[in-house]
Structures are given as C-alpha cells and as structure tokens.
C-alpha cells in the first residue's frame, strides 16, 4: 500500500506546458471563503484567532490582526490580507503548535486510488495555474517528496463544451502542467505520468454550469 501524506480540500484548463506561465505575483490575495476559512482554522489552531472570535470565510477585523500578527512573526510582509506566501507558511503549520516547523503527515489516498485535486484551477482554455492552485501543488509536491518511492498518474479531465480532440488535448496540457510544476518542486519526474481523458470520463451532468465545472478536474492515480 501506498501512504502519502496531505490535507487538502476539485478543479477545472491553448499554451504548451512549457510556456505555462507560474509569474504571479505572490503578493496577490487570495479571497476566496474556502482559502480564507482554511487560513482561518490554522491560525486557530496555532494560537493566532481565538474560537468564535471572526467571521468564517471572510477577512474581517479579527482576522486581519490575526494575520498580521502572523506575517510579522513568520518574516512576511504584513498587509494583513492572504497571499500566497502568507499562506505557504500557514500550511506548513498546519495541524501543528506553532513551534514546529514541520507539518502533519496524513494520507493523501486514504485507501483510495484515485484523488480528485480539489481546488487545482486554470485560466479558461489555458494550461495557466492560478495562483491559490500552487498553494495546494506545493502541499502534494511535499507529501510527495515525504514518500520517495510512489509513482503517480496525472489525469486531466475536461467538461463536455467544445470538440472531443480540442478537450483531450486540453486536459494533456493540463496534467502535463501539473506534472512539470511538481517536477519544479523537486518530485522526481520518472515518478510523474500525465494522461488527458478530455470529456471522455465525467463525473458530473455537463448539461448544468455545476456539473461541467465538477467534470473539470485533476486526479491522482497511485501507480502500485
């Protein structure tokens, strides 16, 4: 059996992988309830918010102190909003006292197979990581890099919404991105096998806007 360790929270991607482009600015906020509310419950956790004390999944008052008082004492420029930065070191808190620098190992598959990447996003039509999606990829490159010897496939998946050829090549860019990222992040490439099923696997109806952003996804498959 394969054990890998990461908590995560699926996702929706014409450039090559190579020119994926990864130049934004860590400086940049991340706002959604879902990273708010993640970032909420570690500073929880580490001593930062005090239980009922803020509003879930918004960056009020209370909050921003909190993060504040958390950038400061991590080396981070305090702006009191979440960047990408800000939130690459609360993750690596994760589950974790303050003092120690190392987070929680838990298991990525949990006795599954397979692992939908929740929150792995891309640009409309484009093989672009969003930011917050690189967020989540360091924590899969580390729990990766904690488990040596497990091979992965990267699957990519497309909604239904234009030809059958374009949505495979589409989905191949993407897993190839997800795939070259993960490389980036030191998790040997011989480990990394990228697949794109197009619309060829859904999961979800494509006939509602729910649905065709549920069909569009990254999954991982462990390799036994």
């Not at 130049?23 to 706002?31: E, F, M, P, V």
Request: glycine share 8%; with cysteine; charged share 25%.
């Amino acid at each position: 059996m394969l054990a890998l360790g990461l908590c995560l929270a699926g996702a929706a991607f014409v450039a090559t992988p190579a020119s994926v482009n990864l130049s934004a600015d860590n400086s940049q906020a991340l706002d959604s309830p879902h990273d708010i509310s993640q970032a909420q419950a570690i500073l929880q956790h580490a001593g930062y918010l005090a239980t009922g004390d803020y509003r879930k999944g918004e960056t009020d008052a209370t909050t921003a102190r909190a993060l504040r008082t958390f950038q400061t004492a991590h080396g981070v420029l305090s702006t009191g909003t979440l960047d990408y930065e800000t939130m690459t070191q609360l993750l690596s808190h994760a589950g974790t006292g303050d003092s120690d620098r190392e987070p929680r190992q838990a298991s990525l598959f949990e006795g599954r197979k397979q692992l939908v990447l929740e929150g792995v996003e891309f640009d409309t039509d484009t093989a672009h990581l969003r930011l917050r999606s690189r967020v989540i990829l360091d924590r899969v490159a580390r729990s990766l890099n904690a488990w040596p010897d497990a091979r992965v496939e990267i699957d990519g998946h497309t909604d239904s919404t234009n030809t059958d050829a374009y949505n495979r090549k589409l989905s191949r860019e993407r897993s190839a991105a997800v795939s070259e990222y993960l490389a980036d992040k030191g998790v040997a490439p011989w480990r990394l096998t990228e697949k794109g099923y197009g619309e060829s696997r859904p999961i979800a109806d494509n006939a509602t806007a729910v649905g065709r952003a549920t069909n569009r996804r990254v999954e991982l498959t462990r390799i036994d």
